[in-house]
């Protein structure tokens, strides 16, 4: 138990659904983060946010929309997404920003059919 | 930003010591070296960082010799549960622009 959780834990949704995974962190921390883990692929950073603010956005498709309300909580809205969409996401936090370490969830597995 | 080289995969028994070696050639001044462990479909979990010479934790240790060039995580009497991918990173001390990479990792596998 990291202190950070996600639900769904799975999700599987048809391509012209829209969704939302979200994240909530309980350690007092002002960073968040998405990631996306395909298959035996590396983990790729999605967005990050300190303080609310999103400081990141590492080129991902405007299918995937983040929200942080405040500093506890991360969601990450899916629409019109596509096969190759089907991942593991994770959602992390750290203390302050990049650099610190950094805290998991278990993730939410996608699957887009 | 520095780059890390691992193993792509290893394969160990329980009871051995396993030892995981991270190349960093061009680590800067004011960089950490990470260490995270990931289960199968769970999120990376932090083992333990270090700046130089030799850390330890209730979990693993970590050597960085005086160039800093490397590192090697060891890891005690492994048991079936340390099989897991472990990522090594290198971390500035203040963020700034840093985007954590986590790479490919080393898989670890520990057969009974």
């Known amino acids: 138990e990291t202190g950070v959780t996600q639900t769904p834990r799975h999700l599987v949704m048809g391509m012209t659904n829209k969704k939302s995974l979200k994240c909530e962190q309980h350690?007092?921390?002002?960073?968040m983060y998405w990631y996306k883990q395909s298959a035996k692929k590396p983990l790729e950073l999605m967005f990050v946010y300190s303080l609310e603010e999103r400081v990141e956005n590492n080129s991902v498709p405007s299918r995937f929309s983040p929200e942080c309300p405040n500093s506890s909580h991360l969601f990450l809205h899916l629409h019109t997404l596509q096969p190759e969409d089907s991942a593991l996401y994770l959602c992390?936090?750290?203390?302050?920003?990049?650099?610190?370490?950094?805290?998991f969830g278990p993730g939410t597995r996608l699957l887009v059919l | 930003l520095a780059k890390t080289t691992q193993p792509i995969s290893m394969d160990s028994y329980e009871g051995q010591e396993v030892n995981i070696t991270c190349s960093h050639n061009n680590i800067a001044t004011n960089d950490y070296i990470t260490w995270y462990q990931q289960f199968p479909s769970q999120g990376p979990r932090f083992i333990i960082q270090g700046y130089k010479t030799k850390v330890t934790n209730e979990v693993a240790s970590l050597f960085i010799p005086a160039d800093r060039k490397s590192s090697t995580l060891s890891l005690p009497r492994v048991s079936l549960s340390d099989t897991a991918v472990y990522y090594c990173l290198v971390v500035p001390r203040q963020g700034g622009s840093y985007i954590p990479t986590f790479g490919r990792g080393t898989s670890l596998i520990v057969h009974p």
């Open positions: 992390a936090s750290s203390q302050e920003g990049l650099g610190e370490t950094q805290y």
């Open positions: 350690l007092g921390h002002n960073a």
